[in-house]
């Protein structure tokens, strides 16, 4: 992607920097020539069709050659390989989501290298955009909308990821990368998560715990979120909440997730209703340990 | 008739005489000095966002305190300062001395639009101490983060609601003013240039603005009641908001600009002593933006998600609209030839706008082309570039514009020294703060950023150093004319030998302008006539 964008751009540049370099040297080049103590009587010129004509067309025949460039060389980026990998992505204040064909999920973007990857991305909430500067290139994540990005990591690397739609305080940290492997190590990576994913060696006595007390009409596991937030990657977050009316930001540690079951109202996690009723006497306090331990393990 | 409009004050006394006068003259100075009050509240908010980001991570506030700010900066820069800067205030002034009428059509009009103005500034302004903040939205009031957002973005969205009006009403009134009220001789191919684009920008004013203002409504109903025109999650369309938004804030790129243009279609010819070169051409040209000026908007939304065919086409119009801005610098630029140059403090700022637009207007070039676009939208090489154009651009001419009627609106003359070193100044601190910025968007450091990782940091660091440089030319700037006003000598009635019916008059021009209307018999520019003072200052 990247060489289609330095090609318009060194084009584009070299004609831009003509055009300034010409405008600049006949305005320093008139200004002095016809200066006034040199030439004090000017002489009655009040146009030219000809030169008219020439500075008509000429930039219009060059602004076409830069659009064309533009426009076939974003052909190019819009054209889906046909044996691209499919991911698809999540944006959301202020984290990115990705979401592999066997349906775990990442917080950075695992790639194998040299392999086109094709990205579906959608928003859960605002406006985001979904930028790797390395590639040069960028597409805004909609809610309600699918919109889609595919690039090829040229080799094996990490890429930063930005978001360049501004969503919100947290805008400048919405970061993430691209980890390009090599396509065996990715094959081996992927294996390994669909194991893991499929097989849920681990936590699977808690899970029970979180079924029998309904917590999971609310919440889920796998950072989607339902009327309340998800338990995934909950566990050490910075988060905003709201404390009797005001807005305040903590850090969600045990004490945290603790005073969340037995006393929930105290403090409310930003952008949902405040709806949970206390579970105070009814989990009891080993399982709701396993239930703090499962939510760590998370992430 | 004899006493300047300083001292005729209809019969009002105090401060009444000024907000309460129906001359063109003194309303056209109510709005140069309220606009020079949100330029500067605008420029320190944008000195502290730079001092903020001279250094990665917390510098001097918090990142909901920086969201603000940019959104304030936005808000004031472009609604307060930069679309009625030069229309409203210079305008107001000169167009109907350029045309030789004795005010605008609709003088109590007139009025109304700048206490309209007035209101919806402080309306935006008192978002800062009512509860819940300044909005924190960015000056686009992208939904459906405006929606969300607990900030007063509904306060902020009436205050651009109540100033619409008074942009449609300015406009209509120079519409009809042109139409209706030139002085005998004046056809329309007579008519100075400033007034040209005063008039294709009044039609912008008139047709786009009424589009920003539903969309605003629309806005501040969806927060009140949930109507969902914009939330998906209740059947609406985020990129519905974009489209409208841009419908009316791309025309209003021009609304900056075309003035901006005008100003230096008079002053080139002035310091050259000659005709302007290409009139019709310069004419047409600004017409031609104007027209084209309406259906480029999507070329904000090249990332948006926007249908591939619409960004096509919308690159190719846009690269298109770069035609006619190109023909007009190249006229300004023979205009010079075999003239007999003075570069004195207007021409020399006209010098800086040719420089600092034409960077403007090329990297705009880069951002037309869909490729490109894909790598910088959203970066700080887009904040560069609409610096260069909107400041280096618009605020530059309207630098040129204030020295060049300085002496016509005031009848005294500022220190050229002095104007002459802020200029330069400025120049040198405009570059530094904004040059880096295409570096560091090319280098991918998107823009509304409040916090950025390491690789960015000298560029910002320099960026910063330049706004220091900036802020002491203005300083300069405004001090010289400040002095000026109060202690300037003498400026005598056309101190620059212009041609236009404005130095024909007195400086200050009378209450009513003229003591008899001119009759015009020639080109606005034409320096053939007869016992036409010659002689330098």
Redesign the interface.
């Known amino acids: 992607m990247s060489d289609?964008?330095n090609e318009?751009?060194l084009i584009?540049?070299i004609?831009?920097l003509a055009?300034?370099g010409l405008?600049?040297f006949?305005?320093i080049f008139?200004?002095v020539r016809?200066?006034?103590k040199k030439?004090?009587?000017?002489?009655?010129?009040?146009?030219?069709l000809p030169?008219?004509i020439a500075?008509?067309v000429i930039?219009?025949i060059l602004?076409?050659i830069?659009?064309w460039?533009?426009?076939?060389?974003?052909?190019v980026?819009?054209t889906v390989p046909e044996n691209a990998f499919n991911i698809n992505v999540t944006a959301r204040m202020w984290s990115w989501s990705f979401e592999y064909p066997d349906g775990f999920k990442t917080p950075t973007l695992m790639v194998p290298a040299g392999k086109p990857v094709n990205l579906d991305i959608i928003s859960e909430?605002?406006?985001h955009?979904l930028?790797i500067?390395?590639f040069?290139?960028?597409?805004?994540a909609?809610?309600?909308?699918h919109?889609r990005l595919w690039f090829t990591a040229p080799s094996p690397g990490e890429y930063?990821i930005?978001?360049?739609?501004?969503?919100?305080?947290?805008?400048?940290?919405m970061l993430s990368k691209v980890i390009a492997m090599t396509e065996d190590e990715f094959a081996a990576w992927y294996q390994t998560r669909k194991d893991e994913a499929t097989g849920r060696r681990a936590g699977e006595e808690a899970s029970q715990v979180l079924k029998k007390h309904g917590c999971l009409d609310c919440h889920t596991t796998d950072g989607s979120a339902l009327t309340g937030p998800s338990f995934k990657g909950i566990y050490g977050k910075k988060i905003m909440v709201i404390s009797s009316g005001k807005e305040r930001e903590l850090t969600a540690d045990e004490a945290y997730l603790r005073k969340s079951v037995l006393d929930p109202d105290s403090d409310i996690a930003k952008?949902y209703p405040d709806i949970m009723p206390s579970f105070k006497d009814e989990i009891p306090e080993n399982e709701l340990k396993d239930i703090i331990n499962y939510i760590k393990e998370l992430k | 008739m004899g006493t300047d409009f300083h001292t005729n004050t209809e019969g009002r006394k105090g401060i009444s005489s000024w907000i309460f006068s129906t001359d063109h003259k003194r309303i056209g100075l109510l709005y140069l000095y309220s606009i020079l009050g949100f330029f500067l509240t605008g420029v320190v908010i944008g000195l502290l966002m730079r001092l903020e980001l001279i250094a990665p991570g917390k510098t001097i506030v918090s990142?909901?305190t920086y969201?603000s700010l940019f959104t304030l900066h936005g808000i004031i820069m472009i609604f307060f300062f930069i679309i009625p800067g030069v229309p409203a205030s210079l305008g107001n002034f000169l167009l109907p001395l350029q045309i030789g009428a004795r005010d605008v059509a609709f003088p109590r009009i007139n009025l109304l639009s700048w206490w309209l103005y007035m209101i919806a500034g402080i309306t935006a302004i008192s978002t800062i101490f009512l509860p819940g903040g300044p909005p924190?939205?960015?000056w686009t009031f992208?939904?459906?983060?405006s929606i969300?957002?607990p900030t007063n973005v509904s306060v902020a969205a009436f205050a651009a609601f109540i100033i619409g009006f008074s942009s449609i009403l300015t406009g209509l009134n120079f519409i009809t003013t042109i139409h209706r009220l030139r002085a005998p001789g004046m056809t329309w191919m007579r008519m100075p240039l400033f007034t040209w684009t005063l008039y294709s920008t009044a039609w912008v004013q008139i047709l786009a603005t009424p589009v920003i203002a539903i969309t605003l409504l629309l806005l501040i109903l969806e927060r009140a009641f949930g109507t969902g025109f914009f939330d998906?999650?209740k059947g609406g369309?985020?990129?519905m908001f974009e489209h409208l938004f841009w419908i009316y804030s791309h025309p209003a790129v021009y609304v900056m600009i075309l003035p901006a243009m005008g100003i230096i279609s008079e002053i080139v010819p002035t310091f050259?002593?000659?005709?302007?070169?290409?009139?019709?051409?310069i004419v047409f040209s600004g017409l031609t933006i104007a027209t084209l000026g309406y259906v480029v908007w999507g070329h904000h939304m090249f990332?948006?998600?926007m249908s591939?065919v619409s960004?096509?086409v919308f690159?190719?119009i846009t690269?298109?609209v770069?035609?006619p801005s190109?023909?007009k610098?190249?006229?300004w630029?023979?205009t010079?030839?075999?003239?007999?140059?003075?570069?004195k403090p207007p021409m020399l700022y006209a010098?800086a706008f040719?420089?600092l637009f034409?960077?403007g207007g090329?990297?705009g070039?880069?951002n037309?082309?869909?490729?490109?676009?894909?790598?910088i939208?959203?970066?700080f090489f887009i904040v560069a570039h609409f610096h260069y154009t909107m400041f280096g651009g618009a605020g530059f001419a309207f630098f040129a514009g204030l020295h060049y009627w300085f002496p016509k609106m005031t009848g005294r003359m500022y220190n050229f020294r002095a104007s002459t070193v802020a200029c330069i100044t400025l120049f040198i601190g405009f570059n530094v703060l904004y040059f880096p910025m295409f570096l560091l968007g090319w280098?991918?450091m998107?823009?509304?950023?409040?916090?950025?990782?390491p690789e960015f940091h000298w560029n910002n660091l320099i960026s910063t150093l330049g706004s220091w440089i900036l802020a002491a030319g203005l300083l300069i700037m405004f001090t010289n004319l400040a002095r000026a006003l109060f202690k300037g000598e003498k400026a005598g009635n056309n101190p620059w030998d212009g041609t236009t019916l404005e130095w024909q008059t007195t400086s200050p021009p009378p209450h009513e302008n003229f003591a008899e209307i001119p009759v015009v018999t020639q080109?606005p520019y034409s320096?053939?006539r007869e016992g036409q003072e010659t002689g330098d200052r």
């Not at chain 1, 909609?142 to 909308?145: N, S």
């Not at chain 2, 998107?446 to 990782?453: A, N, V």
């Open positions: 289609k964008v318009t751009t584009i540049l004609i831009c055009l300034l405008v600049t006949f305005m008139l200004a016809y200066r006034r030439n004090p009587d000017p002489e009655d010129i009040s146009g030219s030169l008219e500075w008509t930039p219009t602004v076409f830069m659009f460039y533009g426009w076939v060389n974003f052909k980026m819009r909430d605002v406006l955009s930028f500067p390395a040069k290139i960028k597409e805004d909609v809610p309600g909308m919109t930063t930005f978001c360049s739609e501004y969503c919100g305080q947290g805008h400048s940290s952008g | 990142a909901r969201d924190d939205t960015g992208y939904p459906p983060y969300r957002t998906p999650s369309d985020p990129l050259s002593r000659k005709t302007v070169f290409g009139y019709r051409a990332t948006s998600g591939d960004n096509m690159s190719f690269f298109a770069a035609v190109g023909i610098v190249f006229n630029i023979a010079m030839y075999k003239g007999s140059v003075e570069v010098f040719i420089f034409s960077i090329l990297t070039l880069i037309s082309a869909v490729a490109t676009n894909i790598h939208h959203g970066t280098q991918g998107p823009r509304r950023y409040y916090d950025y990782p080109g320096r053939k």
